[in-house]
């Protein structure tokens, strides 16, 4: 599976951002794909994940309610709509997938989950 973000920039504070994920190859293989972020200096975190298959959907604490994860299995994209940005929310961000299945409410939370990684799209917030 070969992953491309794109949609990254620059905001400004309070505003938005959709990033894209494009998946190819054997996309029928995944049950999750997730986004994650990683600013300088900090490791890598989770941001938010769905099931590919039913569509369920996971965040980080830090980001609910102002982002939303969603899919087209038809086009074989991922989105990341981000509201209300601030400086925090600046990083790159990385677009994951997982073949592997995962049953409960704690799944696909850690890097460690997801084999197929894009390359990132950078994210500025200007305050």
């Known amino acids: 599976v070969q992953l491309v973000e794109s949609g990254g920039g620059l905001a400004q504070a309070g505003g938005s951002l959709t990033l894209n994920c494009s998946a190819s190859?054997?996309?029928?293989?995944?049950?999750?794909v997730g986004w994650f972020r990683q600013a300088p200096g900090k490791d890598r975190e989770f941001v938010a994940t769905i099931r590919w298959r039913d569509g369920g959907t996971r965040y980080a604490e830090s980001v609910n309610g102002r982002f939303t994860i969603s899919k087209d299995n038809v086009k074989n994209l991922a989105f990341l709509q981000m509201n209300r940005l601030n400086a925090e929310d600046a990083a790159n961000y990385f677009c994951?997938?997982?073949?592997?299945?995962?049953?409960?409410?704690?799944?696909?939370?850690?890097?460690?989950?997801?084999?197929?990684w894009g390359q990132g799209t950078q994210v500025a917030v200007a305050s």
């Open positions: 994951a997938a997982t073949p592997y299945y995962c049953s409960g409410d704690r799944c696909y939370g850690h890097k460690d989950d997801y084999p197929y």
């Open positions: 190859g054997d996309v029928f293989l995944l049950y999750g």
